[in-house]
């Protein structure tokens, strides 16, 4: 009687123990289960308007992207321009003789390049002229100006035209580096339209403004022979050749 109570009691413990550990199993199981993990759904009328949010913030970043599309960073200066401006520094930093006239040899060159290249030089063009005869920029570019409006007025007041008289017409019309000019059709004789730069002027410059330091050399040295002193500056102006 006592062996069947103990086995049955040990039955009745032995299925305790099964019962317990299947259930801590399915407690487990439980807690692993993805559906621990599962999130709350989401009303339709939240996900519709978290839609519409993400559309419009997408149209105004287009928006934005188009409008900073129209309006292009600007390109950084040629090399050119950026000589040019170190060409105009330099040339307004020579010192200024205020309204004193050009002395002969600066005036021989500047007519030289009004007579026979061009009557508008450009900023590069009068930077480099003023640089080479030592002349204040805004001298150098008003005595042009001044030029143009001499022979205007002496055009209208003659009686027969001449050539200064329609000065526009007899100009043409060439491509210098990337920039329009206009120049006389006896600087085309001496070089093609296409052969026109910023360093061939400067060259037809320097070889001129050096003939004329030349000349007053062996004026100076004649003068100085013959035991009469002449001035530095006083040169005949004689009319001058590219060739």
């Known amino acids: 009687m006592d062996v069947d109570v103990h086995v049955g009691s040990s039955q009745e413990s032995l299925h305790d123990t099964l019962s317990r550990r299947s259930l801590r199993n399915r407690t487990l199981l439980s807690d692993k289960s993805s559906l621990r993990f599962r999130p709350n759904p989401v009303p339709l009328s939240t996900r519709s308007k978290s839609h519409a949010r993400g559309a419009s913030d997408d149209s105004l970043r287009k928006k934005v992207q188009k409008h900073a599309g129209s309006h292009p960073t600007p390109k950084p200066h040629s090399e050119r321009d950026a000589r040019v401006r170190e060409l105009k520094s330099r040339a307004l ?4 003789t205020g309204k004193t006239p050009a002395t002969v040899r600066q005036r ?3 007519q030289m390049v009004y007579d026979e290249i061009t009557p508008y030089p450009d900023e590069a063009w ?6 080479m005869i030592q002349r204040e920029y805004h001298q150098v570019k008003n005595w042009f100006s001044n030029q143009r409006q001499k022979d205007a007025r002496d055009s209208r007041q003659s009686p027969q035209p001449s050539a200064s008289s329609n000065l526009e017409s007899s ?4 491509t210098c580096d990337g920039r329009d000019m206009r120049i006389r059709a006896s600087a ?8 026109w730069s910023d360093t061939f002027f400067d060259e037809v410059v320097m070889i001129h403004n050096f003939r004329l330091l030349a000349k007053q050399s062996q004026d100076e040295a004649r003068a100085a022979l013959l035991g009469s002193p002449v001035g530095t500056m006083d040169l005949p102006h004689t009319p001058s050749r590219l060739s």
């Open 93 to 96: 930093t020579i010192p200024s």
């Open 108 to 110: 021989m060159v500047m």
């Open 126 to 131: 009068v930077a480099q002229l003023g640089i």
């Open 171 to 174: 100009l043409c019309k060439i």
């Open 188 to 195: 085309l004789d001496v070089c093609a339209a296409d052969g």
